[in-house]
């Protein structure tokens, strides 16, 4: 099992809590994304730069991931992709995609997207505040723990 980081709009300081569990736990974590990214030096770290392009990113981690692993994106299609696939897909915001509730998030998603494309501009997420960043740590520790069994 490793851990797939959809890298190009993860901020920082998920990466961070990422790089600190991964030290702490020695769990695998690969950073992708379509521009050149800065990782610890640390053996279980390591980062892939794929070709610019719409889901190039999307597709690599796909492509490279198994049943099990645990995907960090805010990308809903992505997450639907990955949880047909075997694996889990956590928000950056501590939120774990369920097959429960993915095709309803992703509806709720193509349905915005179509209010923006109408001219219906709508406000984005808030910023990333102390409170998601310690739900995403509690569910990123609660994986590691089912993780190491």
């Known amino acids: 099992m490793q851990i797939w980081v959809d890298a190009d709009a993860c ?3 998920i990466k961070q809590i ?3 569990a991964s030290k702490r736990t020695g769990m695998p974590v ?3 994304a379509n521009q050149p990214l800065q990782v610890p030096r640390q053996p279980q770290i390591q980062a892939v ?4 392009g719409f889901d190039v ?5 796909v492509r490279r991931m198994t049943a099990g692993d645990l995907v ?3 990308d809903i299609p992505l997450a ?3 949880i047909d696939n075997g694996g889990q897909a956590l928000s950056p915001r501590g939120e774990m995609y369920s097959p429960d509730d993915i095709a309803a998030k992703r509806t709720m998603r193509d349905f915005m997207d179509t209010l923006r494309a109408s001219g219906i501009h709508g406000t984005g997420p808030s910023a990333l505040g102390e409170k998601e960043r310690q739900a995403f740590a509690n569910a990123l520790d609660r994986w590691l723990a089912k993780a190491r069994g």
């Open 30 to 32: 690969t950073l992708v």
């Open 57 to 61: 990113a999307d597709n690599e981690i």
């Open 72 to 74: 960090i994106t805010a």
């Open 11 to 13: 901020p920082v300081v």
């Open 80 to 82: 639907a992709e990955v």
């Open 18 to 20: 990422l790089f600190r």
């Open 49 to 52: 730069q794929v070709a610019s």
